[in-house]
Nanobody, 126 residues
């Protein structure tokens, strides 16, 4: 079973940047599609960015396009979410997730993600 550990969250002013990291504590992430989700209080958990198992394709929620970038480093076994121009509306708990089926093509489908990290809080002050 893959275990995911997120880091990099914190408090930042509007317009600032943060970089989240997600690493597996047990197994390689090579060959698995990865995603970053976020959940604000009393709201659903939304997929904000996803990257294919090869790293060649990415997908973003409209609300973060042009501001967030997802990437992966298979040597370091880590997935990143670079968040720029942060807004108060970005405040949420951010979760890393993986699709347990290897080499899938539907990396952009929320329903395919079934293994989750514990989450990291991101707070953007105005």
């Amino acid at each position: 079973q893959v275990q995911l550990v997120e880091s990099g969250g914190g408090l930042v002013q509007a317009g600032g940047s943060l970089r989240l990291s997600c690493a597996s504590s047990r197994r390689t992430l090579t060959g698995y599609s990865m995603g970053w989700f976020r959940q604000a209080p009393e709201k659903e958990r939304d997929l904000v960015a996803a990257i294919s198992w090869s790293g060649s394709s990415t997908n973003y929620a409209d609300s973060v396009k042009g501001r967030f970038t997802i990437s992966r480093d298979n040597v370091k076994n880590t997935v990143y979410l670079q968040m720029n121009s942060l807004e108060p509306e970005d405040t949420a708990v951010y979760y890393c997730a993986v699709q347990s089926d290897r080499f899938t093509t539907r990396y952009y489908e929320r329903s395919g993600y079934d293994i989750w990290g514990q989450g990291t809080q991101v707070t953007v002050s105005s």
